[in-house]
């Protein structure tokens, strides 16, 4: 069964500092997708980034930045110089493309904290 | 472009009562899936639909659960009778593509439900 686990139930930094989520994942299939979302205060669930398995190639997207590693089964979320804006909840999340299909599978998310 | 759109964004009702769930998914997905978001669970699939048939519902709490898509621009989430337990967020998310485990799900605002 597909499992993603979040460890890190929250995390408070100041601004400007760099900070990473860590995501490891589980799965028994060998095509899988893996996915970050964002949900501000506002509570809507905003699609980051997808990547498929083999695709292991580290993603940059302005201040974010991903690091998809399968050995260790880990896609870590960095963002750097963080904002006030980045204040968020950040899920990590997984699909497997074989077998029965149970939607994503989302950890439990790491709550963000921006402090100004 | 429109993404998906939820209706109502609160809703607030009396246990016992009927509550209706609204979702028009984003146009030319042929995915339609509904979720949960509670503190306990975190984000869990209830049901998907692909091209207006419900594919699985396992997810689906109860009996007192049932969501129908009648055509491929409008699904509903229907709970009756409502129990004070099924207080949550409700979200509907739509993909494009050919499986419901390859490509990226887009969420809709999500409908917060508080049954007193």
């Known amino acids: 069964a597909q499992k993603v686990t979040q460890a890190q139930t929250e995390i408070s930094v100041v601004e400007k500092e760099d900070v990473t989520l860590d995501c490891v994942y589980e799965?028994?299939?060998?095509?899988?997708?893996l996915f970050w979302y964002k949900q501000p205060p506002s509570g809507e669930l905003v699609f980051l980034i997808r990547r498929n398995s083999f695709d292991e190639q580290n993603e940059i997207s302005g201040r974010y930045s991903w690091n998809f590693q399968k050995s260790t089964s880990s896609f870590n979320f960095t963002i750097t110089a963080s904002q006030v804006v980045d204040s968020a909840v950040y899920f990590c999340?997984?699909?497997?493309?074989?077998?029965?299909?149970?939607?994503?599978?989302f950890g439990k998310g790491t709550h963000l904290i921006i402090q100004p | 472009d429109a993404g998906v759109i939820q209706s109502p964004r609160h809703e607030v009702t009396e246990m016992g009562q009927e509550v209706t769930l609204r979702c028009k998914p984003i146009?030319?997905?042929?995915?339609l899936f509904w979720y949960r978001q509670t503190m306990m669970r975190g984000l869990e699939l209830l049901i998907y639909?692909?091209?207006?048939?419900?594919?699985?519902d396992s997810g689906m709490p109860e009996d007192r659960f049932s969501a129908k898509m009648p055509n491929a621009s409008f699904s509903t989430l229907k709970i009756q009778p409502s129990e004070p337990r099924d207080s949550a967020v409700y979200f509907c998310?739509?993909?494009?593509?050919?499986?419901?485990?390859?490509?990226?799900?887009?969420f809709g605002p999500g409908t917060r439900l508080t049954v007193l």
């Open positions: 146009s030319g997905h042929d995915y």
């Open positions: 799965t028994r299939d060998t095509t899988y997708y």
């Open positions: 999340a997984l699909s497997e493309a074989r077998g029965g299909a149970d939607g994503l599978t």
């Open positions: 639909f692909n091209n207006n048939v419900p594919i699985d």
């Open positions: 998310a739509s993909s494009l593509g050919s499986s419901p485990n390859t490509d990226t799900q887009y």
